[in-house]
């Protein structure tokens, strides 16, 4: 049996408030109950975050990201959206089934959806110098 609980949504085996659905993603509301409005974007296939999702799957999510988004801001009443996304539990991912919030955003909400950062500890030319890409790289 798959233990992936965003797998048992995807099949509809535990059920879950569906916003949208396509052949390959499903967007649905997240439960946390944090911020109203709050979705969740998933392929229906599993895969663990973006850095194993193939690009195929990678643009359906994402163009079901752009309709969910477009549908709350021309819709819904909403202004905008925060998209987040962890991949990888070093980056706080909690559910192991590639998935990208939605975070439906109003003009003078507060909402703090940004993460504060600390501040930069290494030299930024030492780190772009350790990142950068180079062209056998793309
Ligand atoms: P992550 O921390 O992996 O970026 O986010 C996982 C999200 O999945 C959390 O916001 C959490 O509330 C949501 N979540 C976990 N279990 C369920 C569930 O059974 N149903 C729904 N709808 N959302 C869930
Ligand atoms: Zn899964």
Not at 35 to 46: C, F, M, W, Y
Request: contains cysteine; negative net charge; proline residues 3%.
């Amino acid at each position: 049996m798959n233990d992936c609980i965003f797998c048992r949504i995807a099949s509809g085996e535990i059920p879950c408030m569906r916003v949208y659905e396509d052949e390959s993603t499903l967007a649905f509301m997240d439960i946390a109950k944090d911020v109203d409005g709050h979705i969740l974007v998933i392929p229906k296939a599993h895969f663990k975050n973006i850095l194993d999702c193939d690009e195929e799957t990678l643009s359906a999510v994402m163009k079901t990201v752009k309709r969910v988004s477009e549908h709350l801001t021309e819709d819904c009443g909403y202004d905008g959206v925060n998209l987040l996304n962890a991949s990888n539990e070093s980056a706080g991912q909690s559910v192991l089934h590639f998935h990208v919030h939605i975070i439906p955003r109003k003009h003078g909400d507060q909402l703090d959806a940004w993460p504060k950062f600390d501040g930069a500890k290494q030299d930024i030319q030492d780190v772009f110098a350790g990142i950068r890409m180079r062209q056998r790289d793309v």
